[in-house]
């Protein structure tokens, strides 16, 4: 197998059409598509790596084959690359050939009967219920408190809603304060491709919000600035994600056997919890954004090693096989 499959990214491939194709497709996904720039970014890295593992193979992108993307595929295997940054790099390699296809660049998709092997699929980490509310008790408890400043109400804000909307850390650093309607426990988020959704809000998420936005986000506004955004630093700009994420992990230095939280494990957290209670898979799309069901129904697997775990720690005979002896 030619090319090297796992490093560092390349910044750029030698063939220059390869180079000029990358950059048409990621204006095509940032125009057509309304992609994010962060998510245009990762689809080019992406594409970059493949078109470098096509160059050790006598091809460029437009030449790709079946038994290349095969071979990508495989190769990443062997390097032990989780399933989920697998099934992402798959799917920009299926979005790219499509394109290619529409644009009669090509007259055969190399990704059509390619499919990720379900051995590799990888079941989202979550939180416990009881971790979850440990951390969002500790972070409410200092933004009770009669001296508690704007921050303490802005980071209780934001694992609030990150744990009862499920959303996404970009969704979150984008909220602006007008899409809020708490007085319909309600936010309007915009999500991947900005595509928009509402998501409900529980009591202690909109106290929260209403306790930031009351006595604690003008204390964040600079004079002089002009700034939409609802969550805001202490200089008055819009938090990034990488901020939010290590934020999140502050706030979750107690867990057991030194595990971090992230923004994104409230985000399954909140609907593993909510498969858990009994709530319907197409409650959970909506209220996640997923675009395909099947991004959904990983949940009713999480809930069922769940399951089997209590099982296996609280049944009589859950623990350990019992031999029964057959009378005669």
Excluded at 117 to 127: A, C, D, H
Excluded at 193 to 210: F, H, M, Q, T, Y
Excluded at 282 to 295: F, K, M, N, W, Y
Aim: charged share 25%; hydrophobic share 40%; with cysteine.
């Amino acid at each position: 197998m030619g090319g090297r499959i796992i490093g560092p990214m390349p910044k750029s491939v030698k063939g220059s059409s390869d180079v000029r194709t990358i950059r048409e497709y990621v204006g095509y996904l940032r125009v057509e598509k309304g992609l994010r720039p962060s998510t245009c970014e990762a689809y080019a890295c992406d594409l970059e790596q493949f078109a470098e593992h096509l160059e050790g193979r006598g091809r460029g992108l437009v030449g790709g084959q079946q038994e290349d993307v095969t071979a990508f595929m495989e190769g990443m295997r062997g390097y032990g690359v989780d399933g989920r940054s697998v099934a992402r790099k798959l799917s920009c390699l299926k979005g790219f050939y499509r394109w290619l296809l529409l644009d009669g660049r090509i007259v055969v998709d190399p990704t059509l009967n390619v499919g990720a092997p379900t051995t590799w699929k990888v079941l989202p980490k979550s939180l416990a219920e009881g971790e979850v509310a440990g951390m969002l008790e500790r972070t409410g408890a200092a933004a009770r408190m009669p001296d508690a400043g704007a921050l303490a109400l802005r980071d209780h804000a934001i694992l609030e809603l990150l744990y009862a909307g499920g959303l996404r850390v970009g969704e979150i650093c984008a909220l602006r304060q007008e899409d809020l309607a708490l007085d319909m426990a309600r936010v309007q988020v915009r999500g991947k491709g900005d595509k928009e959704r509402i998501v409900p809000l529980g009591r202690s998420a909109v106290e929260a919000l209403e306790r930031y936005i009351e006595m604690g986000r003008a204390s964040l506004v600079r004079a002089g600035m002009v700034q939409r955004a609802l969550f805001l630093s202490v200089r008055g700009k819009t938090l990034t994600r990488q901020w939010v994420w290590e934020m999140v992990r502050g706030m979750s230095s107690t867990l057991a056997d030194g595990r971090r939280a992230s923004p994104h494990m409230l985000r399954h957290s909140c609907a593993t919890h909510m498969v858990e209670h009994g709530a319907d898979l197409r409650s959970v799309q909506t209220l996640l954004g997923h675009a395909d069901i099947s991004t959904t129904q990983v949940y009713t697997h999480v809930a069922m090693e769940r399951l089997k775990e209590v099982h296996r720690m609280h049944h009589p005979r859950g623990r350990r096989r019992v031999s029964v002896g057959v009378a005669s």
